[in-house]
């Protein structure tokens, strides 16, 4: 058998620029393969389905995600930079954030289990010592920054909105100082 002159990773990769650039939806192993100069074979070599690979260019995106955000957030204030980011997210790379966001995602059933799998503990205790609050009082402050910001973002995402980076900005500001004062 000859050797494979193609990685998982680089199918991988040109799967996830795919996706940024048209949506999972437009992701399958023959699209790959085209746009590799490959046939199908490679892919399955590596992937026993395009549920297999899905799940791997989750991962991939989710990691993407983490990337992008924690690249933009300003130890100082790290809610509010962690929602400006999450906004610029949905704004720069809206077939990621669809693909993130915009399915069910197993095992999150409360806004607790939310903030379990996308709060940053280290910084709610950080901000509850900057602050003299309560972690608990930061941790609801993080959830309903949370909630509000995706909403933000997803009217961004779906095109029901332009609304720009400098508004965007003013509005998360404003949730977040009333949130701690609330």
């Given at each position: 058998m000859p050797k494979q002159t193609v990685d998982k990773?680089?199918?991988?990769?040109?799967?996830?620029?795919?996706?940024?650039?048209?949506?999972?939806?437009?992701?399958?192993a023959r699209s790959v393969a085209k746009r590799m100069g490959y046939s199908v074979q490679p892919i399955y070599s590596y992937f026993k389905n395009m549920d297999d690979l899905r799940q791997t260019l989750y991962g991939a995106a989710m990691q993407f995600y983490n990337e992008f955000i924690y690249s933009r957030v300003d130890k100082n204030?790290?809610?509010?930079?962690?929602?400006?980011a999450n906004v610029a997210f949905a704004k720069y790379e809206t077939n990621l954030f669809k693909l993130l966001f915009f399915q069910k995602l197993n095992g999150l059933?409360?806004?607790?289990?939310i903030y379990e799998w996308m709060g940053d503990k280290q910084a709610t205790k950080q901000l509850a010592e900057k602050l003299l609050l309560s972690e608990q009082?930061?941790?609801?402050?993080?959830?309903m920054l949370i909630v509000f910001t995706h909403g933000v973002a997803t009217m961004i995402a779906?095109?029901?909105?332009?609304?720009?980076d400098e508004e965007s900005a003013e509005i998360l500001e404003k949730a977040y100082n009333a949130f701690i004062k609330a």
């Amino acid at each position: 058998m000859p050797k494979q002159t193609v990685d998982k990773n680089e199918i991988l990769k040109i799967a996830l620029e795919m996706t940024r650039e048209n949506g999972f939806e437009y992701v399958n192993a023959r699209s790959v393969a085209k746009r590799m100069g490959y046939s199908v074979q490679p892919i399955y070599s590596y992937f026993k389905n395009m549920d297999d690979l899905r799940q791997t260019l989750y991962g991939a995106a989710m990691q993407f995600y983490n990337e992008f955000i924690y690249s933009r957030v300003d130890k100082n204030n790290a809610l509010e930079s962690m929602a400006k980011a999450n906004v610029a997210f949905a704004k720069y790379e809206t077939n990621l954030f669809k693909l993130l966001f915009f399915q069910k995602l197993n095992g999150l059933n409360s806004f607790n289990d939310i903030y379990e799998w996308m709060g940053d503990k280290q910084a709610t205790k950080q901000l509850a010592e900057k602050l003299l609050l309560s972690e608990q009082k930061i941790k609801d402050v993080y959830i309903m920054l949370i909630v509000f910001t995706h909403g933000v973002a997803t009217m961004i995402a779906t095109g029901g909105a332009n609304i720009s980076d400098e508004e965007s900005a003013e509005i998360l500001e404003k949730a977040y100082n009333a949130f701690i004062k609330a």
